[in-house]
């Protein structure tokens, strides 16, 4: 596609349920990277993949956070037994491999745990 | 590890006076730096990226930056700023892998009064 997209844009969701959140790259981009931006805040690295696999978890905040990108394009975010304070803007982007890249941030899932 | 200051939480300036919104980082290398700006219920869009070479960069929307190593500072310049560039301005520092994740600075948010 022409840019980076997510779905969906806004959710939902009662604390302790289970969460999805999807993100899919432009299109040869085989870096991508989830963020986490939360009120007042800059966004915060979360994970990093390079094709299928995770380059780089460090900043996931917990084990109820993970991440797949199976096919190297399309990444899941998951969240389970979610708690009010992961209430945030998550935002994907997603870059080419090498020197002097830059990276295409999608336009983000607002997620709130009620 | 690497840190971004902006000093500066929320910006007001007039229409068509000068702009300057100050970034201070810190690296242990030689730094990718970028400025990104988000408005309200957007996603983040590239202003402009310093990579190596010139440390005056020029980029979009009439908006530069220069790079001083010995401040370690990367501040976004405009000289005549309009009405449509209220939002949130975001500093980031990259590794130079290319692909390294970046860290951001908290933010600015920039207010344009007639």
């Known amino acids: 596609g022409a840019g980076v997209s997510q779905t969906p844009s806004n959710k939902v969701t009662e604390k302790g349920k289970y969460v999805e959140l999807r993100c899919d790259p432009i299109?040869?981009?085989?870096?991508l990277y989830w963020y986490r931006q939360s009120l007042g805040q800059g966004p915060e690295f979360l994970i990093y993949f390079q094709g299928t696999g995770a380059a780089d978890d460090s900043g996931l905040p917990n084990d109820r956070f993970f991440a797949v990108r199976p096919e190297g394009s399309v990444s899941t975010l998951k969240i389970q037994r979610t708690e009010r304070g992961d209430s945030a803007v998550y935002l994907c982007a997603s870059s080419l491999v090498g020197g002097n890249t830059e990276a295409f941030f999608g336009q983000g899932t607002r997620l709130t745990v009620v | 590890a690497q840190s971004v200051t902006q000093p500066d939480i929320h910006i007001t300036v007039s229409e068509g006076a000068s702009l300057e919104l100050r970034c201070n980082y810190s690296?242990?290398?030689?730094?990718?730096l970028f400025w990104y700006v988000q408005s309200p219920g957007q996603g983040l869009q590239l202003l402009l990226k310093y990579f190596s070479g010139d440390t005056l960069v020029q980029g979009i929307k009439g908006f530069e930056a220069e790079f001083k190593r010995s401040q370690s500072s990367f501040n976004l310049r405009k000289p005549s700023v309009h009405w449509s560039d209220a939002a949130e301005y975001f500093c980031?520092?990259?590794?130079?892998?290319?692909?390294?994740?970046?860290?951001f600075g908290k933010g600015t948010r920039l207010s344009v009064i007639a």
């Open positions: 690296y242990g290398a030689t730094p990718y």
């Open positions: 299109s040869g981009h085989t870096a």
């Open positions: 980031a520092v990259g590794g130079n892998s290319g692909n390294t994740p970046l860290v």
